[in-house]
């Protein structure tokens, strides 16, 4: 049975003006449907429109044409059925662990009924004991699953990730993908992760969007039809990988060592 919708991208279109009058078209007649509970990444080289198309859905930013909806809602503005994971560095440095995760509370005025629920969502992503850390304190993965709590405590029906573990070394990266895949079982909330590692994105999803830039747009989608979990030397896993790969014209050329397995 087919999920309903949760997000639905129509026909999107977003150019950038510059002050001398110069134009990047950044995503170009975009048409994207998440169904609920799904797991999406896009994909696509540097400048595609990732960030840009991430950016929309969370109501960060709004297109020159087409139109985004949120279980049939317009999208207009950032909401708690939403949450953003940023790239890197998007902690308050001056701010504990806990405090870091309850600003989502605190942004929806309701710290003082829920603020129980810190402990719980620190426990959630497997940071108890750092409650009172700094960020400077814990370790790159760690304060990206800081930053997932923080997305997380609202009880946002999708997550918006942005490359959440571009920064990451290799096995911190594969960790934090495990953690993912069990929060995304656990919570059954929509997932849409841009990520540019092809593993990653096979690893993970229901569907993979592969997008080319100038101008942005969706060249593919791809279906996995793979069993969970995913072994990244199966077969079938190296095959799509490769599918992949050549989708993206970089066919040939070396995967990342880490998963010359
Ligand atoms: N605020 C902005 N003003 C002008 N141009 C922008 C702005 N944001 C993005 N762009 C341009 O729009 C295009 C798409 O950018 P975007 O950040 O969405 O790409 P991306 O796919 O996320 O790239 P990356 O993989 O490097 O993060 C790029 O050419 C970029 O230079
Ligand atoms: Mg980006």
Redesign the pocket.
Known sequence: MTRPTLIDIRHVTRV?R?DDGSE?H??DDVSLEVREGEFVSLI??????????L?LVAGLDSPQAGSLTVEGRPIEAPGPDRGYVF?QGALYPWATVAENIATGLKARGVYRTERHRVPQFIELVGLSGFDNAYPHQVSGGMAQRVAIARALINGPRALLL??PMGALDSFTRIELQDKLLDLWKDLGSTMLL?T?DVDEAICLSDRIVV?T??P?RISEVIEVALGRPRLRNDPDFLALRSSILEKLHLAGSRPEPEFNI
């Open positions: 950038y510059a990047t950044a995503l696509g080289p540097s400048g595609c429109g990732k960030t840009t198309l950016r790239q942005d490359e841009v540019h997008m830039p100038r942005g």
